[in-house]
Structures are given as structure tokens and as C-alpha cells.
């Protein structure tokens, strides 16, 4: 499959910290918790997919996709990387290329995301045949000024990783790399009203409350994926 261009907008970063050992039970081999202050990292990020085509197609001949991702942080020989649990997308036909091609854990939900005031509103329904179900709603705002990711440790930590890991049906362990620009990012604030995510994909409910950011987003190149 050749490489993808899109454009990641209207994001949100919920994140929790989470006992490294539980998280590494969660990971296939080969791929090894990354930590921030002892504690690895399970984010939510609501957001949508925009002109997403294949590189060097014009933009005009894109499409929008609605999109809901459960991730954690990893390395591998170094890499800091990001591992997706599962991608949640409104389109039935981009969750099948996504699952055929790109053997991404991609599930197919009825999702919508609107704007208005500033305030981010977004909700997700997975109606993907056979899967757990989850239920995901809420609105998202900044609350601060921006900064630049790569200048603040935590941020950089979450966002400046320029691979990804997911496990394929078949139990492979594949991987992408992405370009984009360094990170804007905003400290945010959220009003979740549902999130069945964490326990749909065995994860119980973190004690602290979530830490978030949010960002108008950036555009990215992602490579074919390939097998580890």
C-alpha cells in the first residue's frame, strides 16, 4: 500500500499514569513500556482525520474521517514510539482499507465531531460487528496559551514520536513512520461525560484524574506499514 497523506485536527490528549507492569501486560513482545516520572502513559485522543489520501494525490480529492484512538507510549531499541490499542472511524470502507492494507485495528463507529465557541464537541458509538461495545462522549476547550511541544518534557514526551505499533489479526507486529512538524499544543480542559474505552480493551479506571491537552492539529505523511 503506498504512503498516506492527511491532516490530524481538533485534537484532544486525555491521559492517566499508569504501574509500568500493568501496561507491559498489555503489550505484545518485543515492545517495552516508555515512562514519564516512573509512570508509563494510556491516552485517549478524540480528533479528526482531514483530506486523507494517498501521497501526492491533491488534496481536494481526500476524505474526512472522524477518528478515536486508545494509545500508550513504548520503545523498541531506543525508538520512543506510540502503540495503538485500537482506532475507533466513522467510514465503513476506510475501517476495511485500514484493517486489509494497513492491518491496523481500526473499528468502525458512528462518530461526530462539531465546533463551536472554541469548545470541541465529540462523540463516538463503536458499531463494529463482534466488538466490544464503547461509548465515548464529551466537550473539549484550551484553557491556556500555546506552547511548543519539543520545549516542554511531558509534552514532547506524549506527542514527538515518529512511529507507531499495532498488532495485526494475524498476531504480527507491524509498524509505520510518520513526518509532520513539531507539536502545538494547548493545556486543555474537558468535560467527558461517557468512556467505556479503558474497559472495553481491559484496562480498569485510573484512580487520579486525566491530565489534557489539546491542539488544532498539524499534517502528516504516514509510510506503508510494515512487519517487525
Not at 494525490?57 to 525508538?79: A, D, H, K, Q, W
Request: net charge negative; charged share 25%; hydrophobic share 35%.
Amino acid at each position: 500500500m503506498v504512503p498516506l497523506e492527511m491532516g490530524w485536527r481538533q485534537l484532544l490528549f486525555e491521559n492517566w499514569p499508569v504501574d509500568p507492569d500493568v501496561m507491559d501486560a498489555h503489550l505484545p513482545d518485543g515492545l517495552t513500556p516508555d515512562t514519564y516520572d516512573g509512570s508509563a502513559w494510556l491516552s485517549v485522543v478524540p480528533f479528526t482525520n482531514v483530506a486523507v489520501r494517498p501521497k501526492g494525490m491533491p488534496e481536494s480529492l481526500g476524505i474526512r474521517l472522524p477518528e478515536l484512538n486508545l494509545r500508550t507510549y513504548v520503545t523498541r531499541e531506543g525508538v520512543p514510539s506510540v502503540y495503538f490499542f485500537s482506532l475507533d472511524a466513522q467510514g465503513i470502507l476506510s475501517v476495511l482499507g485500514a484493517r486489509v492494507f494497513h492491518h491496523l485495528p481500526y473499528y468502525y463507529a458512528r462518530i461526530s465531531l462539531d465546533r463551536e465557541d472554541g469548545r470541541v464537541r465529540f462523540s463516538s458509538r463503536r458499531r463494529h460487528p463482534g466488538a466490544r461495545p464503547v461509548h465515548y462522549e464529551g466537550t473539549y476547550w484550551p484553557t491556556g496559551e500555546p506552547f511548543s511541544a519539543p520545549e516542554d518534557s511531558f509534552g514532547a514526551f506524549l506527542v514527538e514520536r515518529y512511529r507507531f505499533y499495532t498488532e495485526a489479526q494475524d498476531g504480527s507486529i507491524r509498524y509505520t513512520d510518520v513526518e509532520h512538524d513539531p507539536w502545538t499544543l494547548y493545556p486543555a480542559a474537558a468535560d467527558i461525560e461517557t468512556n467505556t474505552l479503558l474497559s472495553a480493551h481491559g484496562f480498569a479506571r485510573p484512580e487520579t484524574d486525566p491530565v489534557y491537552y489539546c491542539s488544532p492539529g498539524l499534517d502528516v505523511v504516514a509510510s506503508r506499514s510494515k512487519r517487525l
